[in-house]
């Protein structure tokens, strides 16, 4: 069983920053995918930015030059830092952990962008 306990988020300006960090308890053996997907009201889940197990990382368009996802393996964290925040990165934020067939989510953090 994996667990993933998410912190960070909250309110900010616009152009304004904040990091999101996702803590991973469990065993952990290797991965397919870990990264943060968000889901902003009434639209559906998106890819924000994720780790490939060669080491990629994959960025959704709309944050590519903005974000930044690092992960600490002594810590087994990851970490999404966010600058130059628009009121459209407004959504809620999840942790994703993948691996073989196991597929685990956090349980969201809010972001909330005002203009």
């Known amino acids: 069983q994996v667990q993933l306990v998410e912190s960070g988020g909250g309110f900010v300006q616009a152009g304004g920053s904040l990091r999101l960090s996702c803590a991973l308890r469990?065993?952990?053996?290797?991965?397919?995918?870990l990264g943060w997907y968000r889901q902003a009201p009434g639209k559906q889940r998106e890819l924000v930015a994720a780790?490939?197990?060669?080491?990629?990382?994959l960025y959704g368009n709309s944050v590519k030059g903005r974000f930044t996802l690092s992960r600490a393996n002594a810590a087994n964290t990851i970490d999404l830092r966010m600058n130059s925040l628009r009121p459209e990165d407004t959504a809620v934020y999840y942790c994703?952990?993948?691996?073989?067939?196991?597929?685990?989510w956090g349980q969201g953090t809010q972001v909330t962008v005002s203009s």
């Open positions: 994703r952990y993948k691996f073989d067939t196991l597929d685990y």
């Open positions: 469990g065993r952990i053996s290797g991965f397919s995918e």
């Open positions: 780790l490939t197990p060669s080491y990629d990382t």
